[in-house]
């Protein structure tokens, strides 16, 4: 059965330092997602994107956080200076359509941020 | 702003038994809603997706309502057996957005 997959599992980086964390979606998915998980708390939505572009994103999105599709199979979440607080589980997920059409977004395993 | 409350945040039954997960949810306008469960340090897995114009959803043992009106979505779960201890999560689909937004989750353990 198809699956997100994600890499690596666990990235541990030093404040300040930049940190990438890739993510293969489902092959036929056209829309993209990114959410983390601060230990504790809930699941928040960070980021959607489709056709390239990003199409919603939420206030924790800001200029430090950047997502790209740089090839066919590929999405990428880059942090450009890390903080202490952006420790948390960084999950992807995709889905076939616009979710609001009716479909599932499936989520990968997730990757583990820890900034020292 | 959607605010998604599950009640309660931990059970713990003997297996066999069968239980429902209350999820309750502020602004009726949702698109669908979600139940995933997920196992500690572990990405999340989609259980059922409810439409909301649908009351009911059903995959084996697992039973989803919805009532969007008054905002309260339900997870029933049949026959429960030690696999099924996890944190079970829902989901509403915000109207106007893509966002899925979760509640903290309910804390299942099936003693066998």
């Known amino acids: 059965e198809p699956e997100v997959t994600q890499t690596p599992s666990h990235q541990v980086t030093q404040m300040g330092q930049e940190v990438i964390l890739r993510c293969v979606p489902i092959?036929?998915?056209?829309?993209f997602y990114w959410y983390r998980q601060i230990l504790g708390q809930k699941v928040e939505f960070l980021v959607s994107?489709?056709?390239?572009?990003?199409?919603?994103k939420s206030e924790i999105f800001d200029d430090q956080f950047s997502v790209e599709r740089p090839d066919g199979s590929n999405f990428t979440l880059k942090i450009r200076s890390t903080k202490l607080e952006d420790s948390a589980m960084y999950f992807c997920?995709?889905?076939?359509?616009?979710?609001?059409?009716?479909?599932?977004?499936?989520f990968g395993p997730g990757t583990r941020l820890t900034v020292l | 702003k959607q605010e998604v409350t599950q009640i309660p945040a931990a059970l713990s039954v003997p297996e066999g038994e069968n239980l429902v997960l209350n999820c309750s949810f502020t602004?009726?306008?949702?698109?669908?809603l979600q139940w995933f469960r997920q196992d500690p340090g572990k990405g999340l897995t989609s259980l059922l997706l409810i439409q909301s114009s649908q009351r009911e959803q059903t995959s084996g043992r697992l039973n989803a309502s919805l009532d969007k009106s008054s905002g309260r979505s339900t997870l029933y779960i049949a026959a429960s057996q030690p696999g099924d201890s996890a944190t079970y999560l829902c989901?509403?689909?915000?109207?106007?957005?893509?966002?899925?937004?979760f509640g903290k989750g309910t804390k299942l353990t099936v003693n066998p």
């Open positions: 989901a509403p689909l915000q109207g106007g957005s893509e966002k899925l937004v």
């Open positions: 997920a995709s889905s076939v359509r616009w979710a609001p059409l009716g479909n599932e977004q499936f």
């Open positions: 602004d009726s306008a949702i698109y669908n």
């Open positions: 994107f489709y056709n390239n572009e990003i199409s919603e």
């Open positions: 092959s036929n998915h056209l829309y």
